[in-house]
């Protein structure tokens, strides 16, 4: 039944402002919202800023934007304009070049024809746009590295095995010897020492006894008188730092290094870290394109001699992530420029030591740190060289680099019996640790990261697969240590310190969790009177924290950590209500176009590496639209648009290569991945052969992938449409329509009967989701459809059965087609499976499964078990745009005109509340039930306008803010 709500009055007041006239703009930035870039990336920018005016009406007619050199002569004048566009103004003066800055401030008319002060000057600068700029050559440590074999040796005794008998220590003694022989070891009772060669000697009732670490794991091995037997080593490749030295006459007003690298790199100038970024460069297609960074380092430079040191660890370009395919050794890139001169480039006069102290690094595995290496003088050596090629494509990083933007410190501590420490974050996180600890000489520190405990209250592991992900620290003598892993992130909640100092009690101020991600602004927020719903939005944002470090992971923790594209498309419309991922995804969608196949097909995963034939999957390929349509609708971008379009049009000549009666029957795909089935028996479906595990399928869900493919390339000939219209392309608009329109016959007619019933094999709330959400049903077969979904849901227990397409649409779909209420029973409950289901599991982000654990039955399978994995989030778009009611107007995208239509009824809340950062400056709402009825709020920003839907009433409103009584 559905709930019934009556405006019987209501009263509205415009908020009155004590501002007089048109204050300067503020918050300047260009393209997609970069503030005062540096090493930006595109010669033809385009110019945004804020009208700073919380006048009632508030409005922009005309703009002026002046734009000068560093010596402040004028480049670009635009004269007065009369326009209300306030965002993306394209740059019209001279041609920009590599290096350029432009300094530009700009003034505006407001709805009096008043003009504002001049804003304050802002700049960007350009980095090095082409490879022609690059004078330097590609530097590495040479094509064959001798890799080196570290012994993890956890203890070592020899003696009685009987209590009270004697035992020798030897542990440092049998490290050494492992580290410098080959030879066997000799033990002598009495004396003990270390000779080779020779066995151990016989000696009555004593026994040799060694614990060592092989893969993070401890083994214990006994080995009796008489007896040998060899302890396993790891072959690790210590992580090469290439310096230069050279000597400047004067300290330079301006220096810019430009640096990437084939690999991930940190940079010291003097000893002092260059920038506060991580995991840079980033991860792309290094074959077709590599991005490059531009830092300020004058204050880091002197008169006199200087040292350039360069880390490059193998990161995602050689490590074991996608199996090294891109390549074997890491690589640098350098050019240090000093007012206007270039003077020094990677070239043959580098020189480069594999003596350092990090002897792994890898994004899987983690890092190993032995304390007693040392990079001197002497381990250096001549570096190999590459020319700069045509291909990769070096271009300037086009969004913010990975940075720590939390620091979270653990909550409590369990001291274990075998002594380690068990540490736990009470938030699952993504990024680095630092631990500040006493130790001994010898006496290796292991930090074993993990997300969920185990009953017993031992790490929960298995979910990480074959990644390591752990850190070890090897002290050169004894004192308090600190460290920090820097050329690899974790997924974790709960942290293990084994190897401290044991006459040390341990304190909860040891460790503490750093927060990585691509370092983009919050913009959006959602509360609420409910606590789980709180929760649930917590969760939301966390896991787009941890899964956002420089692409858009499924994981973060385990053997994978990939760019798949149906977990971001799905996600994309909260991603943009959360953080400011404008440029995130802009720069996604170019590697997206970088890999797609000449043919149409994109990739599953974006970058694909090996996986660069695996794609084509309905819902994962078509992010290749889906993300640019949602960026456009959020952003009001065109670029974005025009930029894909050709990628747009290609993907669905893919489709309609498989095109038979209007209808895709290719059965290919992932299907409503990881579908929760709840009926029809036990059996799950099984699919085609898995190419990336040589498995038969068994998680694709009940839903047919090919109907699935008929919707999605529906949709897509709708976006492109769109696409065209907006971009001024008629005869494409008009293809694309019809194309639209008949495939949507073709799924109506084919897939449903006259009663609006599915003729699938298995009704799923799936198969009405889908041709509901996109519009392929006529409206008296929708209509028919929505009962029938309804009934699923009802017949469901009112749960959730969808996978990751389907939980995406799910709710916002049932509320286009007037079951709000039927939305909340199904977001409220906490019946499994569902998003409270989680939380009350424990669930601080979003997990891959809805019984990744049940406190009931334990873990799910662990083989495809995250529990950071944000796809089922994408419900966190219901919660900002019905809940609270703050949505962007398809008709007037990026918030220039802004829908507000809050559902104060059908759903257990008195309040909510959601704050969006727009281009044009904050919008939000906000509801509360009172005695006197419900009280809003609300804010539309300068130079917008809204459409406010309440209860039995429409109003048009202008910027200010608005307060409503609604009874």
Known sequence: MKAALFCLFSTFSLTLSAQAAPLAPAQLSVNEGREAPLGFHDAVPSFSWKMQDDRPGARQTAYQILATNPRTQEVWDSGK??????????????????????????????????????????????GLLSNENWKGKWINQGAAPTLEKIYHIVSATYGDPKEGGLRVDLTEKLTAFLATSSEPLTIQVGNPAVFPPGDLVPHVEKTFVVTYRKAGHEQTT???????????????????????????????????????????????????????????????????????????????????????????????Y?????????????????????????????????????????????????????????????????????????????????????????????????????????????????????????????????????????????????????????????????????????????????????????????????????????????????????????????????????????????????????????????????????????????????????????????PNIIPPGKYKNWGNAPGWGDAIYLIPWQVYLRTGDRKILSDNYEAIKLRLSK?????????????????????????????????????????????????????LGSCFFARGCQIAADCARILNKSEDEKRYRELAQGIAAAVASTYFDKEGKTTLPVETQTAYVMPLAFDLLPADLATMATEHLVARIEADGNRLNTGFIGTALLCQTLDKVGELETASKVLFTSEYPSWFYSIDQGATTIWERWNSYTKADGFGDAAMNSFNHYAYGAVGEFLYERLAGLAPDPANPGYKHILIQPAFEGHPLTQASATLETRYGTASNSWKKTDAGIEMTTVIPPNTTATITLPKKTLEVTAGTHTFLVK
């Open 81 to 126: 304009v009369l326009s209300s566009q306030s965002v993306y103004v394209p740059y019209q003066g001279p041609a920009l070049q590599s290096r350029d800055q432009l300094r530009w401030r700009v003034r505006y008319w407001d709805q009096e024809q008043s003009e504002s002060p001049w804003s304050e000057w802002t700049k960007l600068e350009l």
């Open 222 to 316: 006994t080995v009796k008188d008489g007896e040998s037997v060899d302890f396993p080593a790891e072959s690790t490749q210590p992580v090469p730092t290439f310096q230069r030295t050279f000597t400047l006459e004067n300290a330079p007003e301006n220096a810019r290094l430009y640096l990437t690298s084939r690999g991930i790199f940190e940079a010291s100038l003097n000893g002092q870290k260059v920038g506060d970024d991580f995991m840079t460069p980033g991860w792309t297609n290094y074959h077709e394109k590599i991005e490059t960074l531009t830092y300020d380092v004058g204050s880091l430079l002197r008169a006199g001699e200087n040292e350039l040191r360069v880390k490059v660890a193998k990161g995602w």
């Open 318 to 602: 050689a490590g074991t992530i996608l199996d090294s395919y891109w390549g074997e050794v890491p690589e640098l890139l350098a050019q240090l420029e000093c007012d206007g001169e270039v003077k020094i480039v990677t070239d043959e006069s580098w020189q480069v030591s594999t003596a350092s102290p990090i002897v792994m690094a890898d994004i899987y595995n983690g890092e190993d740190y032995d304390a007693h290496r040392r990079i001197t003088p002497e381990s250096f050596r001549p570096v190999e060289t590459k020319d700069v090629e045509e291909k990769p494509l070096l271009r300037p990083k086009a969004f913010q680099t990975v940075k720590i933007t939390k620091e979270v410190d653990p909550v409590n501590l369990d001291q274990r019996k075998d002594g380690s420490v068990i540490y736990n974050l009470n938030q699952n996180i993504v990024g680095t640790f630092a631990i500040k600890i006493p130790v001994k000489r010898n006496q290796l520190v292991t930090i074993t990261v993990a997300e969920m405990l185990n009953a017993d209250g031992s790490l929960y592991r298995e979910n990480y697969r074959k990644a390591r992900s752990l850190a070890t620290y090897l002290p050169a003598k004894d004192g308090v240590i600190e460290y920090r892993p820097s050329l690899t992130f974790f997924g974790f909640q709960y942290a293990q310190i084994e190897g401290y100092d044991a006459e040390h009690e341990p304190q909860l101020d040891w460790i503490r969790g750093l927060v990585l991600h691509s370092d983009f602004q919050q913009t959006g927020s959602f509360t609420s009177s409910h606590e789980r719903l709180n929760k649930l939005q917590s969760n939301i944002e966390w896991s787009q924290r941890g899964n956002f470090l420089d692409i858009p992971t499924d994981c973060p923790q385990r053997d994978e950590r990939l760019g798949w594209t149906g977990d971001a498309q799905a996600f994309s419309p909260v991603a943009l209500y959360n953080f400011d991922t404008h440029a995130f995804f802009t720069s996604w969608m170019e590697s997206m176009r970088i890999d797609q196949h000449p043919d149409g097909m994109v």
């Open 655 to 707: 489709y309609e290569s498989d095109l038979k009666g209007n209808l895709i029957q290719r059965d290919e795909g992932f299907g409503d991945w990881l579908q929760p089935i709840l009926y029809h028996g036990t059996e799950k479906l099984a699919g085609p052969e898995n190419p990336a595990t040589g498995q038969p399928e068994t998680r694709y869900g009940e839903t047919p992938r090919d109907f």
